[in-house]
């Protein structure tokens, strides 16, 4: 059954210009345009969206949770990439 | 890490109001009480549809059919919503709609009640509704991220759902007799299935004890009851008609309605199978099922031969 079922894709939205496309959810379609359709259909009805991207969900690589801290351990103990590592006099205005 | 301490870590995560994601390692029943739940959801939109398009054709004026039509179009995309977040825990569509159309699955008891009258459609905005976002609410801060996600959108779609169907029994109930015995006649059939769509009492349902531990409930099933009794009454008087319950009544002391105990023999023989429309609904789902399989093929089909056909192009 499965080999005959249409493809899952992921569905991500641009609410309006200036903000990026956000993942939103996903759907069954047979091709690219059938799913910027259904996209329109099940995820704009009420004013969403000015813009959409459409990926089938296999061409996703994704990050696995198990390797969390490998990943973004390292920059936790970073903490001189931020602003307020550096101690400045009060006086100083303006930095 | 073994199975205890990914339990213990789990738990921590639920306990922190971290929530759960596709890929996160979680318990097995987890997965499947989710997959049970959000799939019975999803179907409990799709045939939910049912009951109310009976009455697009008949709708009174432009004004109700366009909202109809809207409020069914909703109802699709919720169970969209679902299913997709139903897929996220690793079953296919398909099979999810196999186990609703071999009777696996189950979905709301409510839309097993017929649609009479066009004060149902106001009864079934204003109540299936209103107990629906009751339930839902609360779900907008489910462990599980799809889940909840997919709940946020729903719920604001749904309140102009329940809104509708109030100003629908208001419009009768401020119309001519016949339109108030009407919108009286709706409540008299949908109040007692309403109060049965938050489920049996808690002492009846083994599993919200884990569900609440898991953060996939927060509330029992007779907290919402009593919660939806203490909004729906005053609505009622407004409306003035009659709840049919005799023991309903405000209670100083507890600051709370007392109202009567739901007919739970009735609720279980209308899963069982047995309520009105059981065989239509599924029947109607099965035939919509059967008789679209054509233009899933075709529509395949079509992709197939386009690529082929770009690709064709691409090498030439």
């Given at each position: 059954m499965s080999k005959r079922s249409w493809p899952l894709w992921e569905v991500f939205i641009r609410s309006k210009n200036g903000l990026h496309h956000k993942h939103v959810g996903s759907l069954h379609a047979t091709d690219s345009q059938m799913a910027l359709e259904n996209a329109r259909d099940v995820y704009t009805r009420r004013n969403e969206g000015i813009s959409i991207w459409v990926v089938e969900s296999k061409s996703i690589t994704a990050s696995d949770p198990a390797q969390g801290e490998e990943l973004f351990e390292p920059a936790a103990d970073k903490i001189y990439r931020h602003p307020t590592f550096y101690k400045l006099p009060d006086e100083v205005k303006h930095i | 890490m073994n199975t205890t301490e990914l339990e213990r870590d789990f738990q921590n995560k639920i306990d922190n109001e971290i929530r759960i994601e596709p890929k996160d390692w979680m318990p097995d029943n987890y997965r499947q009480t989710l997959i049970r739940q959000i799939s019975q959801h999803a179907h409990s939109e799709i045939v939910g549809m049912l009951p109310e398009g009976n009455w697009i054709t008949r709708a009174p004026s432009l004004r109700r059919k366009v909202a109809l039509l809207a409020k069914v179009q909703d109802e699709a995309g919720h169970g969209l919503y679902l299913y997709s977040a139903t897929e996220t825990?690793?079953?296919e569509r398909d099979e999810t709609i196999e186990d609703l159309n071999s009777g696996k699955a189950k979905y709301s008891?409510?839309?097993?009640?017929?649609?009479?009258?066009?004060a149902d459609i106001g009864a079934i905005g204003w109540l299936v509704d209103g107990a629906a976002i009751m339930n839902q609410v609360p779900l907008c801060r489910c462990s599980y991220g799809p889940y909840a996600r997919a709940m946020v959108r729903v719920c604001k779609e749904e309140s102009f759902h329940q809104r509708q169907g109030y100003e629908i029994m208001l419009t009768l109930c401020r119309g001519s007799e016949a339109q108030k015995n009407m919108a009286q006649d709706a409540l008299n059939r949908w109040w007692w299935p309403a109060l049965m769509m938050?489920?049996?009492s808690d002492s009846d349902s083994p599993h919200t004890a884990q569900s609440m531990k898991w953060k996939i409930k927060r509330f029992t099933n007779d907290e919402l009851r009593q919660k939806f009794v203490d909004i729906t009454s005053p609505q009622a008087d407004f409306l003035g008609i009659s709840i049919p319950d005799d023991n309903l009544k405000w209670n100083e002391d507890e600051g709370h309605y007392d109202f009567g105990e739901p007919a739970w023999e009735e609720f279980y023989d209308v899963i069982r199978?047995?309520?009105?429309c059981n065989a239509e609904r599924l029947n109607a789902r099965k035939k919509a099922y059967n008789e679209g399989s054509w233009v899933r093929e075709a529509a395949l089909a079509y992709a197939k031969k386009k690529s082929n056909s770009e690709n064709l192009v691409q090498v030439a």
């Open positions: - | 825990l690793g079953i008891s409510i839309f097993n009640y017929p649609t009479l009258t066009w938050f489920g049996p199978g047995n309520g009105p």
